[in-house]
């Protein structure tokens, strides 16, 4: 059974920093692209950051680029997201994602469409208080 779990949210002030983590288990996730999503209240599920099945290619919603960082260890079956000079922005249910395991022809890229991730986890409250 494939299993995503967030952990790191919480109640910063504007300014603040936190690092979220995403535990995988249930297969490898190493051949996986990766991403990160948020949804506010009231507003749509975004993209926010996604990353490659080696860490070597990322890439960033506009409003995020230079604060936030995507990272993976794949030893570990982690995702990251640290997350710098957060502002009230930022408030949101941030949730990990995972694709299925990709052919090698895809596995350079990495994904922003929700679509393209199969696996969700249930994800974890960022609340950022001005």
């Known amino acids: 059974q494939v299993q995503l779990v967030e952990s790191g949210g919480g109640l910063v002030q504007a300014g603040d920093s936190l690092r979220l983590s995403c535990a995988a288990s249930g297969r490898t996730f190493s051949t996986s692209a990766m991403g990160w999503f948020r949804q506010a209240p009231g507003k749509e599920r975004e993209f926010v950051a996604a990353?490659?099945?080696?860490?070597?290619?990322?890439g960033y919603l506009d409003s995020v680029k230079g604060r936030f960082t995507i990272s993976r260890d794949n030893a570990k079956n982690s995702l990251y997201l640290q997350m710098n000079s957060l502002n009230s922005e930022d408030t949101a249910v941030y949730y990990c994602?995972?694709?299925?395991?990709?052919?090698?022809?895809?596995?350079?890229?990495?994904?922003?469409?929700?679509?393209?991730?199969?696996?969700w986890g249930q994800g974890t409250q960022v609340t950022v208080s001005s």
């Open positions: 994602a995972s694709t299925a395991p990709l052919p090698f022809i895809r596995r350079e890229s990495y994904y922003r469409n929700q679509r393209e991730y199969d696996y």
């Open positions: 990353i490659n099945y080696l860490g070597s290619n990322t």
